[in-house]
């Protein structure tokens, strides 16, 4: 059987001063003005979207160890609005906005060749989970939030230690 494990939020804060502004975008010509100006260089932004989180994800992937990073491409990648009510109702959790990704699958260290495949090892990411960690946080960028719970997954699917974790996500050093 499948192992769902549930990804937790970031557990260590990150002092780096990162600004919080989308890939692909340009912080507001305002900003580090007066406050009240600078909000208004905001007025045409957009939440990032399904794909915006699928390619910070992807870059996260693209940046494990070389030993790593072509196994975890094995590995489906799933980033959906929020976990669907099925993982909801077999994980027992009210409230999906506490869910931020999910690895469904069969750990590497457990599997054998008597396991009968029920589909490819996922990654399940939720954006809407994910998006409301980030502005609850105020002090990461959003791409630093998605390498994490993507490393935290993909330490589910190859069975990794704390320390293995460390080598590539500075949050666990």
Not at 32 to 48: C, E, F, L
Not at 103 to 125: F, N
């Amino acid at each position: 059987m499948p192992a769902l494990c549930r990804g937790g939020g970031v557990e260590r804060g990150d002092d780096r001063g990162h600004e919080t502004v989308r890939p692909g975008h340009h912080r507001p010509a305002d900003a580090g003005r007066d406050p009240a100006q600078a909000v208004s260089g905001w007025t045409d932004a957009t939440p990032p979207d399904l794909a915006d989180l699928e390619r910070l994800a992807r870059d996260g992937l693209a940046s494990l160890p070389p030993e790593f990073a072509g196994p975890a491409r094995a590995v489906a990648l799933r980033v959906v609005e929020l976990a669907p009510d099925h993982i909801l109702d077999e994980m027992e959790i009210d409230d999906p906005y506490t869910l931020t990704g999910l690895y469904d699958g069969i750990p590497l260290t457990e599997k054998s060749v008597a396991d009968q495949p029920h589909g490819p090892d996922t990654i399940w990411l939720f954006r809407r989970a994910i998006l409301d960690e980030w502005v609850a946080r105020g002090d990461i960028a959003l791409g630093d939030l998605v390498v994490h719970v993507l490393v935290h997954e993909l330490a589910h699917h190859f069975g990794w230690s704390d320390a293995d974790i460390a080598s590539i996500d500075e949050w666990w050093t």
